[in-house]
């Protein structure tokens, strides 16, 4: 190697132009520093919870030693006691004093008192009083026997919880992490898929016909959102985020996120028949196949992305994405979602002079200011643009703006994402999977209502899905997608 | 009389181990750019980048405790920003292309922009041939140009010598250039 070229490649090395780091980037890495820095801190802080949990557990030990003894040692007054000690009346015993007699009947007696034990497990507890007088041990027994039980209970119903949160963080998927939990609930109590598929007959595919909405199949729905957690590849929240998720949004920033809208139209192309064209909520369709985001945020994240179109594009129809996240914040029980910024207004400017139609997908077409922005939400709205082609590769084709009050800092802050010409070069296909997603998703729903164009949608969702097999919400894309199409997309 | 960059840099992670918070929004202040810079180099995606930063300073306050203070600060952020660079790319993703779609016409006309675009062009390109070195001759590569840190230092976290790494920048830059001189596919 000569040094002239040598010379040259650490030239290329060293010279590699970089951007200047995002705006907001400083304010994300700061809002992540932790309150215990101090490594000696929490060094001490962690001894002390150690030696706190050690004189619990010491004193729990001393407790339950204590019981034990008292158990063995006090004598009994149970019926089973009692009785053992009648029996034993007639016998003579000339030897042994009354507290021997007493002691050897207790040790007769406790396998009855096992009995009674296990009968306690079984019996409702309305009967567990008919035990006149138990020994303090077997009080603590039984006790803690039912404390056992409603622990088993509480991680049955945790399970639920856990799984209706995990739908709600997929359920959302693109609208809000959080959702409706008595919703969830009423469909967890409905009958299950099996039962319905008993008492109905199997659906016919084809041909449709309109028909008015039919609510989704619970179970359903419940492996739907668990698996759309799943996808969503959030932490999800935990169980305790449960008992006020009717706050749940159903529109930010004026974009429909309603999770139940896609669960609605499913159940409907399920049952073979195929749903009204103004049922159809396509801004809510969009939010959930765009999802939360892949990474968990932290404060307030926007996203823009620009692409063609997946069916048509003519070299010039295109979509652009713009989604805004916001931070995970676990909610504890009975609290509500807290809001992470106020006065957040979404804008976004089209430079006519590169785009000759904007369509926004969706029925809203106007972004609406957020008074309280919350924590929690993802949404995610798309626009079917008509450029001027060619664009230059920096000409400006739009600018979206953010701007909100941070409620922790209360300070105002602006995200500014310029799109431009050169945005639009690559290939759908090259996009993220989340832009793919909603732009599918978006054209499905176009697709329900105009009743045509399912067969392209529903070629390319059968691509994602083979693209991405561990997709959950490709797979269902192209389920429904290769369903309302009318049985298959080109293979 | 001022205080040198090693007083000063201990100084720093003093006051953050003592729990000052300040101390660590002041380290953010100095260093967050480096780390940004020096990720952007690794994938060249500023999104990403910004992403990948913020992750580095997460895992940073996470491992605080057990940074020894025997390498320079930013030199072991950069490790950790490597590293998490490392996992991020190790992570399984299938996002081969669909079959073609029509795609946008987009054009420049002006010399200026195909003149950025060619640079641009053989940055990535180097970038890719970079991304293709073997990991050690990688990371002293990366370290030395793309994080600005000396090869003193990189010999430091490497626990090898300094000559060593000159080897290492060696065999890296005869790799380079024959990765360089293939035509690009």
């Known amino acids: 190697m000569n040094s002239k070229r040598k010379a040259d490649i650490q030239r290329k090395l060293s010279l590699t132009a970089v951007p200047r780091p995002p705006d907001d980037l400083l304010d994300r890495i700061k809002s992540d520093i932790p309150n215990y820095l101090s490594v000696e801190a929490e060094r001490a802080r962690f001894s002390r919870s150690i030696g706190f949990n050690l004189r619990i557990a010491a004193s729990i030990i001393v407790l339950i030693s204590i019981a034990a003894a008292l158990y063995v040692v006090t004598p009994t007054k149970s019926p089973n006691a009692v009785v053992a000690i009648q029996q034993r009346k007639p016998e003579p015993a000339p030897t042994a004093s009354a507290t021997d007699e007493v002691r050897l009947d207790i040790v007769q007696a406790a396998p009855a008192m096992q009995r009674q034990i296990a009968d306690a497990r079984i019996a409702p507890p309305a009967e567990v009083p008919r035990v006149e007088s138990e020994p303090p041990a077997r009080r603590a027994d039984v006790r803690a026997e039912e404390g056992r039980r409603r622990n088993e209970i509480a991680a049955v119903e945790g399970g639920v919880e856990g799984f209706v949160s995990g739908g709600v963080a997929g359920g959302t998927v693109g609208g809000v992490i959080g959702g409706n939990e008595s919703r969830d609930r009423e469909e967890a109590a409905a009958p299950a898929p099996q039962q319905l598929a008993e008492s109905t007959p199997a659906p016919v595919p084809t041909p449709y016909a309109y028909a008015p909405e039919v609510p989704p199949p619970p179970a359903t729905a419940a492996a739907e959102t668990r698996a759309m957690a799943k996808t969503a590849g959030v932490s999800l929240v935990p169980p305790v985020y449960a008992d006020d998720l009717n706050l749940a949004p159903k529109s930010v920033f004026g974009i429909s996120v309603d999770p139940s809208a896609f669960r609605k139209i499913r159940a409907t192309i399920e049952s073979g028949a195929r749903p009204s064209p103004s049922s159809v909520d396509v801004e809510a369709l969009v939010n959930y196949f765009a999802g939360a985001p892949a990474r968990r945020v932290r404060g307030v994240r926007m996203e823009a992305e620009a692409s063609p179109a997946p069916v048509g594009a003519n070299g010039h129809r295109a979509i652009l994405r713009l989604t805004i996240d916001t931070g995970v914040v676990d909610v504890p029980e009975g609290g509500s979602v807290p809001p992470i910024a106020k006065d957040a207004l979404l804008e976004i400017d089209f430079n006519r002079d590169a785009v000759e139609r904007i369509d926004p997908i969706g029925d809203s077409g106007t972004l609406v200011r957020e008074n309280a922005l919350l924590h929690n939400v993802s949404v995610t709205g798309l626009y079917a643009l008509d450029l001027r082609t060619p664009l230059k590769a920096k000409q400006r084709v739009a600018t979206i703006r953010l701007t909100y009050r941070s409620v922790e800092d209360g300070k105002k802050h602006t995200i500014v994402h310029e799109v431009r010409g050169s945005d639009f070069s690559k290939q759908w296909a090259s996009a993220s999977r989340r832009h793919r997603l909603a732009s599918l998703g978006a054209l499905w729903g176009e697709s329900l209502r105009s009743s045509s164009g399912g067969s392209d949608v529903a070629r390319r969702a059968e691509e994602l899905a083979s693209q991405a097999p561990n997709d959950e919400r490709a797979r269902e894309l192209k389920e429904v997608a290769v369903a309302s199409s009318g049985g298959g997309g080109t293979r | ?185």
Not at chain 2, 40 to 65: F, H, N, V
Not at chain 2, 87 to 102: A, F, K, Q, V
Not at chain 2, 155 to 166: H, L
Request: proline letters at 4%; hydrophobic letters at 40%.
């Open chain 2, 1 to 185: 009389m001022t205080a040198s960059p090693w007083s000063e840099e201990q100084r720093l992670l003093g006051a953050i181990r003592a729990g000052d918070t300040a101390a660590a929004e002041e380290l953010v202040e100095r260093t967050y750019s480096a780390v940004f810079a020096s990720i952007y180099r690794l994938c060249g995606d500023s999104d990403l980048s910004a992403d990948l930063t913020q992750e580095t300073y997460q895992k940073a306050w996470a491992a605080l405790s057990g940074f020894d203070g025997r390498s320079q600060l930013f030199t072991w952020l950069y490790r950790i920003a490597y590293t998490t660079f490392l996992n991020y790319i190790r992570r399984p993703r299938r996002m081969t292309s669909l079959d073609e779609p029509d795609s946008i016409d987009v054009a420049d006309e002006t010399p200026a922009v195909d003149a950025v675009l060619v640079v641009q062009e053989e940055a990535e390109h180097l970038r890719e041939a970079v991304m293709k070195l073997p990991e050690d001759l990688r990371f002293t590569v990366t370290a030395h140009f793309w994080g600005g840190l000396p090869v003193k230092e990189i010999a430091r976290i490497e626990k090898i010598t300094t000559v060593a790494i000159r080897k290492r920048l060696h065999r890296a830059f005869t790799l380079l250039e024959s990765m360089l001189d293939e035509e690009p596919s």
